[in-house]
């Protein structure tokens, strides 16, 4: 790490135990110019630090600086853009396995240049979490976990033997293996430090530790005090190799907290409480900051359970300062002790130590709850914020029936389920699923569930023979304080077995439901509720045979397993009778926040976290009998399916062949508002007639077999079949009434075809390609292959009214230059048809935002300029660009 120019003199020492650390000082920042930044929120702070660090004079200018000073004046709505360098990078396996793709590619193409494919390594930390591939394929019995482990391998041994090899053969790179946790629950229990150190030409920096994921939850780690969000793979591996992230000062909400959780309230109604304010406040692409005294008597895996749902209430994070709390948390997770000294020494000498006696920060804006004031809940059927009170659960789900079902005077209607003894009807719940990393780190709900489901069990009640249960915990640590209790005992009596360590249900990995149930449920019409203790409820997510999906505390999962139906009222309706008749109602079996309390106190332990990550990264039997070659450059399996070797580096040399001008480029797509990244990039099931469909069979691989686009990142070959070929997508080429989907027109033949295959025969014609779209293209999720997709289907440039932000710099970091409209004009009000030539010269030379001329030539031989701005945006992606992306960026610069 380069020294920083420290232009406000603030390089500094801490003492800490003996220990020496260089650190960025605020305090003598603040006595050098930066007047009022200890007025800042926290999370500005880390910001601030992070580019005083990192001042270099071209990414991180001295304006830049001044700019987080200046944002106590403007509140984050100047829209600075700033570079941002996180200290690391957390993967799961879906993300993960196309970035590992490209770091190997990049060795091969490093010893194709004649150089050491050992400078090929990430030059931050990452960690790589294999979590997202376990599938609930059995439940409700003791082989379970077995049962579904081997599955898994049966499934991915592609992909796991390629990560495996990546975790022996790169420096900076670690996997954890399958049937550890959830990353999210990892990163708070295990990888997060809160001060993270870099030890460098014999001195120790310390610095706030701040990380980006390729999953949007790493919002969880904000509870910890660590800055964290989910970025697309692109920028993930930008920082990776030590490039910085492009980002706008943000707007930063304060979310004043007092008050405490009154008995019988838990940490996710609380959660659900806190979604539901948030979307009605509109806090998208915001910070949220969390204080005021409600923090007090709130456990850092309460924070941890609000940082987790930042996706769902639309902000970059929810963060959480650093309090007497986190150093509680870091002590009791096992963490070690002189890190643990060096957090508080460093968050009190950096003001960005939590006192509920401290004056509040400066926000931009704030809003207020008092915990006093939440009540039990859960939210659905369809939307994370959709929260509803406990007691309106059966009124609001007859609601819905009629009103987002279209099932009008349906409420009563039951149907036999052939071959079975009961029958089943709308809103009989077919899935409860204690799942995800939203609650599986909260032991208090955990540990609630455990205790209701004794209490439940020892009154004789059972759980609904329709029902699919499942536990799926976020880490081993959570499965060993459940068996030392004894708590698992009571729930494998109710059938909530263990089933794998990973996402599961919260991300469709639900399984099959018992196909009686299943076909119920579609010759009827059936809307079966789900019931899950997770972060996203979207209809068709969970499981393609449950439309009506509530997020609830793992105690309600319990719960609603036993009742069987969201038609119940819990609050008045009894789950069930005892063994002598008598009616049992949940808050009979409901276990009191004291019982939970001295439950964790026994058995949630520093020892249990101690003992379950002493060795996290060596895997059990079926990760060490995972065999794969040790080399420096990965053996390509030109069969494999899964995992293949991207063209990104063929014949490229030594120096950039610079920008060339765009001649004659045919048009691909003429693409309406906001299309999204779902629309571009490719994602959930391949369908046997789309391209990808033909390549997998052609490759011998049967269509129950095909997985998802997810489980197949890692071959370029089935994803860039997929880009636009969004069963929704319509491209305005074919007219108003022609055909949705990723179809197009190949010119001068003007015959109908798929765009992946008009963009093949473009690329053997050798005839350039581009994309017309409208406002905020590339909206949604900052998924890579919109852009990795994007340019291997030999698009040269984009022309759109407005982009998303992340995307915009994706294309660059693809090689793909983003223009706009400079005069407000699109595609439309220039009547383009897509029968156009469209050229674009100057470009070898072109600058930033710099104004451009495209040629255009009708179908008619008219010919007409037509006014652009290049949205390139700093200096450095213009080397991108003129280097072909950012991957032959580094790669030329770590061959020279």
């Known amino acids: 790490m380069a020294k920083s120019l420290d232009s406000f003199n603030c390089r500094s020492l801490l003492n800490v135990e003996g220990t020496d650390y260089v650190y960025y000082s605020l305090v003598e920042a603040e006595k050098n110019g930066l007047t009022g930044i200890s007025t800042l929120p926290f999370s500005m702070k880390v910001i601030l630090e992070n580019l005083l660090r990192n001042e270099d004079g071209r990414t991180v200018k001295k304006d830049d600086i001044l700019a987080v000073a200046a944002w106590l004046s403007d509140k984050g709505t100047a829209g600075s853009e700033i570079a941002y360098r996180p200290a690391r990078v957390l993967m799961q396996d879906f993300t993960g396995v196309p970035a590992v793709v490209d770091l190997a590619a990049m060795r091969d193409a490093m010893v ?27 439940f409700g019995t003791p082989t379970a976990l077995s049962h579904n482990v081997e599955r898994e391998y049966e499934r991915n041994g592609e992909r796991y033997r390629f990560l495996k090899w990546g975790q022996q053969a790169f420096e900076n790179f670690r996997v954890v293996p399958p049937g550890t946790g959830i990353c999210h629950q990892v990163n708070l229990e295990y990888l997060g430090q809160t001060v993270w150190t870099r030890e460098e030409d014999g001195e120790i920096t310390a610095y706030p530790d701040t990380c980006v994921g390729t999953d949007s939850h790493t919002t969880m780690i904000n509870g910890l005090g660590v800055l964290g969000w989910g970025v697309g793979g692109i920028e993930a591996e930008a920082a990776m190799l030590g490039q910085p992230i492009s980002m706008l000062l943000p707007e930063v909400i304060g979310f004043r907290l007092t008050g405490a959780l009154k008995e019988g309230v838990t940490a996710t109604d609380l959660v659900l409480t806190v979604v539901q304010m948030l979307r009605q406040k509109g806090v998208v692409s915001k910070f949220v900051e969390f204080f005021g005294p409600g923090l007090d008597s709130m456990t850092l895996a309460d924070r941890a359970t609000i940082g987790n749902m930042g996706p769902e209430y639309g902000a970059t994070c929810g963060f959480f300062p650093v309090d007497g709390e986190t150093i509680s948390y870091l002590t009791m997770s096992g963490r070690d002790d002189d890190r643990i000294k060096l957090v508080e020494a460093y968050s009190k000498a950096q003001g960005m130590w939590r006192e509920t006696s401290a004056p509040e920060p400066v926000f931009t804006d704030t809003l207020e709850l008092d915990l006093g004031t939440v009540v039990p809940s859960m939210a659905g059927p369809k939307r994370p914020e959709g929260r509803i009170p406990l007691e309106n659960i059966a009124t609001g789900f007859a609601k819905s029936l009629v009103d987002e079902y279209n099932k009008p005077d349906q409420l009563s209607n039951r149907y036999e389920v052939e071959g079975e003894d009961y029958d089943l009807g709308h809103g009989d719940v077919a899935i409860a699923a204690i799942t995800s990393c939203t609650n599986t780190s909260n032991p208090s709900v955990l540990i609630g569930a455990g205790l209701l489901a004794r209490n439940a069990v020892a009154k004789g009640l059972t759980v609904k023979p329709w029902v699919k249960t499942s536990l799926a915990p976020g880490s081993q640590v959570v499965a060993e304080y459940l068996a030392k209790s004894g708590l698992q005992t009571d729930l494998d009596a109710l059938g909530f077995n263990l089933v794998g360590f990973g996402c599961t249900t919260c991300i469709g990995n639900s399984g099959p439901l018992p196909a009686p149930v299943s076909k119920t449920i579609n010759d009827k019409g059936l809307i079966a509720a789900g019931v899950l203790s997770g972060n996203r409820n979207f ?24 009742a069987g139906s969201v038609q119940m009222d819990l609050t008045s309706e009894p789950l069930g009778h005892d063994q002598d008749g008598n009616p049992v109602f949940l808050k009979d079996i409901w276990p009191s926040s004291q019982e939970i309390q001295e439950f964790i106190m026994k058995y949630v332990t520093r020892k249990l976290y101690a003992a379950k990550y002493a060795d996290v990264f060596k895997g059990d039997e079926n990760w060490q009998a995972v065999e794969v070659p040790s080399s420096q450059t990965y053996a390509w399996d030109d069969t494999s399916t899964y995992v293949q070797n991207p063209p990104y580096f063929e014949g490229m040399g030594k120096t950039g062949a610079g920008i060339s001008d765009i001649k004659g480029a045919r048009v691909l797509g003429l693409f309406g508002d906001k299309i999204t990244t779902d ?40 994803m860039m079949r997929g880009t636009f070929a969004n069963i929704r997508l319509r491209n305005h080429m ?29 690329k053997a014609e050798g005839v350039p390609l581009v994309v017309f779209a409208g406002v905020e293209y590339g909206n949604g999720s900052s998924r890579d292959w919109a852009a990795k997709g994007t340019n291997l289907l030999g698009i040269r440039a984009v022309i759109a009214e407005s982009y998303e932000r992340i995307h915009r710099s994706n294309l660059v970091g693809m090689g793909v230059i983003p223009f706009v409209f400079e005069d407000g004009s699109s595609w439309e009000s220039l009547g383009l048809k897509g029968d156009e030539l469209i050229s674009i010269d100057g470009l070898a030379n072109i600058q930033p935002r710099e104004k451009k001329i495209a040629q255009v030539t009708y179908g008619d031989g008219t010919v007409r300029e037509i006014p652009l701005i290049c949205r390139v945006e700093t200096l450095d992606e213009l080397e991108y660009l003129k280097n072909g992306g950012i991957l032959q960026t580094v790669l030329r610069d770590l061959a020279s």
């Open 112 to 138: 194709a240049l004649g150089g050491d494919p050992q400078k090929i390594n990430p030059l931050v930390p990452v960690d790589l979490v294999i979590d997202h591939s376990v599938i609930v394929d059995e």
């Open 539 to 562: 209809e068709g997510r969970i499981s393609p045979d449950v439309q009506a999906n509530y997020l609830a505390s793992p105690p309600l999962v319990v719960a609603y397993a036993l």
């Open 679 to 718: 629309h571009i990039s490719p994602a959930g099931s391949i369908k046997a007639q789309s391209p990808a469909g033909a390549y997998l069979m052609d490759h011998g691989v049967d269509v129950i077999d095909f997985n998802q686009y997810g489980t197949r990142r890692g071959n370029h070959e089935v």
């Open 734 to 762: 074919l007219g108003p009434n022609g055909r949705e989907g990723g179809y197009t027109f190949h010119y001068p033949s003007r015959e109908e075809v798929s765009i992946y295959d008009a963009a093949m025969q473009y």
